[in-house]
């Protein structure tokens, strides 16, 4: 079957703008997270949702970071007011159920870059 | 709190040579640990993971880790590196503190394979 998307794949924008990230998670997969990816490292953990509760959202970096999956399935990540230390790639992934031992299945990523 | 460290950002290595990629990690609880792939403008593919059980474990594409409590280590290895093998590679770890299994990255390891 399908694996998890993200649309757009890459997004310019202009310090001040808002933007909106989205995500398709796997079908049927009731865990969903966001995660940032900044050049040269490692995915650093923004959000995680379980259906449609946003049970941990301890590593949005502002509150101009807002995430949503209001339906448990497509999931929103939204940038207000754009910085230049927000330019990273942004990963979303996706997991059958709640559990640890589960597999995340990544998709491709957003690369924001913020000029 | 549960921290990674990948001692390598890059690792060149012929084709057909055997490599290690080396992970070390600091917690003070019982860990779960895990090693993703990242190819070039792809998210992150699970390579392996180790939640309990024997220390050796099997992955795929060839490759596997030995988990070392003594050591708190939990290297990657690969007897036999294909030109394909060229990716990102991060080592990741989770260990339920706080009540989340939310995991951490490594910074990566660039594995570079030449023909």
């Known amino acids: 079957g399908a694996g998890v998307s993200q649309s757009p794949r890459y997004k310019v924008a202009k310090r001040g703008q808002d933007v909106a990230l989205r995500c398709d998670p796997i079908?049927?997969?009731?865990?969903l997270f966001w995660y940032q990816q900044a050049l040269g490292q490692g995915p650093e953990f923004l959000t995680y949702?379980?259906?449609?509760?946003?049970?941990?959202k301890s590593g949005l970096p502002s509150d101009r970071f807002f995430a949503e999956r209001p339906e448990g399935s497509v999931s929103t990540l939204k940038i207000q007011r754009t910085q230049q230390e927000d330019s990273a790639v942004y990963l979303c992934?996706?997991?059958?159920?709640?559990?640890?031992?589960?597999?995340?299945?990544f998709g491709p990523g957003t690369r924001l870059t913020v000029l | 709190a549960q921290s990674v460290t990948q001692l390598d950002s890059q690792v060149p290595v012929f084709e057909e040579a055997p490599v290690e990629l080396r992970c070390n990690y600091s917690?003070?609880?019982?860990?779960?640990l895990f090693w993703y792939v990242q190819y070039p403008n792809q998210g992150l593919q699970l390579l392996l993971k180790y939640l309990s059980g024997s220390t050796l474990v099997k992955g795929i594409n060839g490759f596997e880790a030995e988990f070392n409590k003594s050591q708190t280590s939990f290297h990657l290895r690969k007897p036999s590196v294909h030109i394909s093998d060229t990716a990102e590679y991060f080592c990741?770890?989770?260990?339920?503190?706080?009540?989340?299994?939310?995991?951490?990255f490594g910074r990566g390891t660039s594995l570079i394979v030449h023909p």
């Open positions: 990741a770890v989770s260990d339920g503190s706080g009540g989340s299994y939310i995991p951490t």
């Open positions: 949702f379980q259906n449609e509760a946003q049970l941990d």
């Open positions: 079908s049927g997969h009731v865990s």
């Open positions: 917690s003070s609880v019982s860990v779960y």
């Open positions: 992934a996706s997991k059958i159920s709640g559990s640890f031992t589960d597999t995340q299945y």
